[in-house]
């Protein structure tokens, strides 16, 4: 299998994933600049009033940064009988975006499950944590994300973000391309 | 795939499996070749299937329901309407997906063939599979 993603080039496949819910297709649909590709379809179960649909493939997005890095941004289902596509979108992907959803009961948790899930595709130099939702429980805040995840062996960037805006989605891929600037470097 | 969603009771989930599960059955009693039949929901969850364990059950439904979607969104990339059916064939012999018709809840048929299933009886019989299913369906959602 080739990887047509050369590590010189400006074109890095970035994945992004999280459960369902944590919103990987809202930050896709925020960021990109042309339609997105969705195969989302109605849950049947644990459908809510703000989120009825679930995706069952993946999601596909483009956008670029300033700095003339083009990204083609790919959302994986969040559950784990979907599991099978993670491994294949993880296939050529530069980094890999968790987003948590802070309102669920264990949210660090979920994204440690994440990270073991993908650490054999994605090194943590190559993988950053956003935290939706943040407001809904305030007393436990970022600060708890990173201990906790550094006690699991992974030290990676974790910021709060509103998957809804396009700004904080860009923040999160900034960081992720200035790792690959400096290994380019 | 953009049906409504709708949830079923329990006592309604359980006869729709009972029901599924019998249809099942049939499929493969008449139709030569069937390794394994599933019926599962449009976001993967399975309803019915023949194979023995729930795992590798699960995982089919899980596959189907991603096959379905990503075919769907292949159609409509191209202007297409959505498939009713997408067929793999390999030198093993043949996996059909089907969708459910007009069933408010939305299912997708899947049968794994060995090569002495005849594709024509193959595709009558999954036809008539997922119309019996739809029919069935409709009278607990409409």
């Known amino acids: 299998m080739v990887n047509l993603f050369l590590p010189n080039s400006n074109e890095l496949k970035i994945l992004f994933t999280g459960t369902v819910g944590a919103g990987k297709t809202t930050a896709i649909s925020a960021i990109s600049e042309k339609v997105t590709l969705s195969t989302d379809v109605p849950m049947s179960e644990g459908a809510t009033e703000s989120k009825s649909q679930t995706t069952v493939g993946f999601d596909y997005g483009e956008c670029e940064l300033a700095d003339g890095f083009s990204l083609h941004l790919y959302g994986t289902p969040g559950q784990e009988r979907f599991r099978f596509m993670w491994d294949i979108l993880a296939k050529g992907a530069f980094g890999l975006i968790v987003l948590a959803d802070h309102s669920r009961p264990d949210p660090v948790g979920d994204v440690i499950g994440y990270l073991k899930a993908f650490a054999g595709h994605f090194p943590a130099r190559r993988t950053v944590v956003g935290v939706g939702r943040l407001n809904e429980r305030p007393s436990i805040g970022i600060e708890h994300y990173c201990e906790r995840l550094a006690q699991a062996g992974f030290n990676v960037p974790v910021l709060e973000t509103d998957v809804r805006k396009a700004e904080d989605v860009r923040l999160l891929l900034s960081i992720l391309v200035s790792m690959a600037e400096v290994e380019i470097e | ?142």
């Open chain 2, 1 to 142: 795939m953009n049906k409504t969603n709708q949830t079923l009771t329990e006592v309604q989930r359980k006869d729709l499996t009972a029901y599924c599960t019998v249809l099942l059955n049939d499929f493969c009693a008449k139709t030569a070749g069937v390794q394994s039949a599933t019926i599962a929901t449009f976001d993967g969850v399975t309803v019915a299937s023949t194979i023995i364990g729930k795992t590798e059950g699960d995982k089919i439904s899980a596959m189907s329901s991603s096959i379905s979607a990503l075919a769907a969104a292949l159609t409509n990339e191209v202007k297409h309407p959505e498939p009713d059916r997408v067929l793999l064939e390999s030198e093993h012999g043949r996996i059909i997906f089907i969708k459910v018709p007009a069933a408010s809840v939305g299912m997708v048929f899947t049968a794994v063939t060995n090569h002495n299933a005849v594709l024509g009886t193959l595709l009558w019989n999954c036809r008539s599979t997922s119309e019996r299913l739809a029919a069935y369906a409709s009278k607990f959602l409409g």
